[in-house]
């Protein structure tokens, strides 16, 4: 308590060797050398009170305090590892560097989430006209609308399989409409097409006819006569990858690996076990959510996939000249 009292004397100007002769003028004995002994053991470095900040960040983009259990649950910024944590705190105007936040999450614990092999749902049609491959490996495009590369995975549950069904635009990588039911019939992938097309509308966005590559793999669902009839509605071209061929839609392989490890293998957007298919689609939202608009991307400059489209189109909307 004395060697409190004192440094809050000396943080108000007052000299050590001042404040020392007062205390012992009333008896308290007390040598300015001993304070400053006091002070060396229990005052932190620059660099370790840093760190403890850097620790404290991290700690509250990744958890949340429960007020039902008292514990500590992780939030979806806690699936990030060093490098997509190294450029949210940059974007809050932290300037750290890789280094300290690998140091910062190792004294934490927390190391992130990585990604696990994922089982293929592909089976391809026997015997079926199919159309070819428009991209060869090629997941890029200048602007949206132009391709979309589509595809579904299973998500076990209590009532048995349940199938998600992706359509993701290349351009930004954004998740524009998902689908999931009890069965792996032509529905599954018709359905987030006709919702895809439906907001780009609704975003005043619309598809430009006879412009959009609509890319799958072999699987029998995207060589159905359903869907390719529906496709040639539209005006949309159909690109289907290479039977055997591991990178024929490796983009959104990638995409899948990713809602399997952050949103599925997780308690971050549903706790406990998937029971029915009304658990798969509130996690499923909850992710899409988040994935389209807040996670950061690193093929895309670590920012967001809306973003990055609302960057694209303010670019080419001139700005108004001033009268």
Excluded at 313 to 319: K, S, T
Aim: aromatic share 8%.
């Amino acid at each position: 308590m004395i060697m409190e009292f004192i440094r809050s004397q000396h943080a108000q100007g007052r000299s050590v060797e001042s404040v020392c002769r007062v205390l012992s003028d009333q008896g308290l004995q007390v040598a300015a050398r001993t304070y400053r002994a006091w002070r060396a053991r229990t005052s932190l470095a620059p660099r370790e009170l840093a760190m403890a900040y850097l620790v404290n960040a991290i700690h509250s983009l990744a958890f949340v305090l429960d007020p039902t259990t008292g514990r500590y649950r992780l939030l979806p910024e806690g699936l990030y590892g060093r490098r997509k944590m190294t450029a949210l705190l940059r974007r809050g105007g932290l300037e750290v560097s890789y280094g300290r936040v690998d140091a910062a999450m190792r004294a934490l614990g927390h190391h992130g989430i990585s990604r696990a092999r994922r089982h293929r749902t592909t089976v391809p049609g026997k015997d079926g006209k199919r159309a070819g491959d428009l991209l060869n490996r090629d997941f890029t495009a200048p602007a949206p609308n132009l391709v979309w590369v589509t595809d579904f995975t299973y998500v076990r549950t209590w009532e048995g399989f349940v199938y998600v069904a992706f359509i993701v635009d290349v351009f930004a990588q954004r998740i524009l409409a998902w689908h999931a039911q009890r069965t792996k019939v032509t529905d599954l992938v018709m359905v987030p097409l006709r919702m895809a097309i439906w907001q780009r509308d609704r975003e005043e966005r619309p598809v430009s006819r006879g412009q959009l590559i609509h890319h799958s793999d072999a699987g029998s669902q995207y060589t159905s006569i359903r869907l390719t009839e529906h496709l040639a509605v539209e005006d949309i071209a159909p690109s289907i990858g290479t039977v055997g061929d591991a990178y024929d839609n490796a983009l959104m392989e990638s995409i899948i690996g990713l809602y399997k490890t952050e949103c599925i293998a997780t308690t971050v957007f549903h706790d406990g076990a998937y029971k029915t298919l009304g658990d798969v689609e509130f996690a499923t939202a909850g992710w899409v959510a988040w994935y389209n608009n807040t996670r950061l991307h690193s093929s895309i400059g670590m920012v967001p996939p809306v973003e990055h489209e609302q960057a694209h189109y303010a670019a080419l909307e001139p700005e108004a000249q001033p009268v």
